[in-house]
């Protein structure tokens, strides 16, 4: 239950993952709610991963591009990834 396919017959293993996709996986397979609020301005509460967002920032998993900005629709990094896996 941490990830589906990208349609119903195609998981496209190979296909580059956002920053966005990387910590709702993480929060599918550890996370729970918190209530903090979200700290950065490109992530909406209404945004399907802002609970994955807030849970990994709350944690200490994940950080933002920048002070403000969390890039959810940015490109994740091997490094960037291994520094959220390295945080739970």
Known sequence: ???????????AP?????RA???AFLYAAKGTA???AC???????TDWFCNAVRWAFAKGIT???DETHFGPAERCT???LVTMLYGL
């Open 14 to 18: 190979d296909r580059t993952i956002c």
């Open 34 to 36: 918190v209530e903090d």
């Open 78 to 80: 091997r490094a960037q």
């Open 63 to 65: 950080a933002g591009v």
């Open 1 to 11: 239950g941490i990830t589906a396919g990208v349609d119903p017959t195609h998981f």
């Open 21 to 23: 996709e990387a910590v």
């Open 39 to 45: 700290p950065f301005s490109d992530v909406a509460e």
